[in-house]
């Protein structure tokens, strides 16, 4: 099945280096250049706030799945092309879930990290067999891979799960991912 709609996983703050939000906007105007669909957690602000921001200004569908409860704390952006309010954290991973063809995880910090975990454990149970390309730009991603080799090489991570999850390191090379998964 063709690759239409893509959830992006990535970080509600902007880092301390100017070359994420970059990367960010890359990937957003590159989602909509190649006709990709963006879901993402709903955010202004942060590499969320770029990677739709870039979407939209390049004429691309962005939808922004957001909880009720965090709307005093993180404002929704603005003139996307849906945005809906959920009651929780779980469902609006589930709708983010639902709605993807493929997940896309850039630089981001704990609730990232939770988001790319759950969905690969889900395709390890196997909830759904949906590519999930993990953007290493800039080495960011290098000492968790190392880790999550060492849990292959320890026997705790099965080497067919592990192989699922995609590792680009520009982003190029992951929309080439997403679009040939």
Avoid at 2 to 20: D, E, H, L, M
Wanted: hydrophobic share 45%; net charge negative; charged share 15%.
């Amino acid at each position: 099945m063709p690759v239409k709609t893509v959830t992006v996983f990535c970080g509600s703050r902007s880092g301390k280096n100017a070359q994420w939000v970059s990367v960010a906007s890359a990937c957003g105007r590159s989602l909509a250049a190649h006709g990709l669909a963006l879901v993402y957690g709903g955010g202004c602000n942060g590499l969320m706030g770029a990677v739709a921001r870039a979407a939209m200004e390049s004429k691309g569908q962005a939808t922004g799945v957001i909880p009720e409860s965090l709307l005093a704390i993180e404002p929704a952006m603005q003139g996307l092309t849906e945005l809906l309010v959920v009651d929780s954290m779980h469902t609006r991973k589930s709708i983010m879930a639902e709605r993807a063809d493929a997940f896309l995880v850039l630089p981001g910090g704990i609730g990232t990290y939770e988001e790319f975990f759950e969905m690969w454990t889900w395709n390890q149970i196997g909830l759904h067999d949906k590519p999930i390309v993990l953007l290493n730009a800039f080495d960011f991603y290098t000492p968790l891979l190392q880790f999550l080799r060492q849990s292959v090489d320890h026997g705790f991570l099965n080497p067919k799960h592990h192989d699922h999850l995609k590792v680009a390191t520009t982003v190029d090379q992951a929309i080439d991912f997403l679009l040939h998964a």
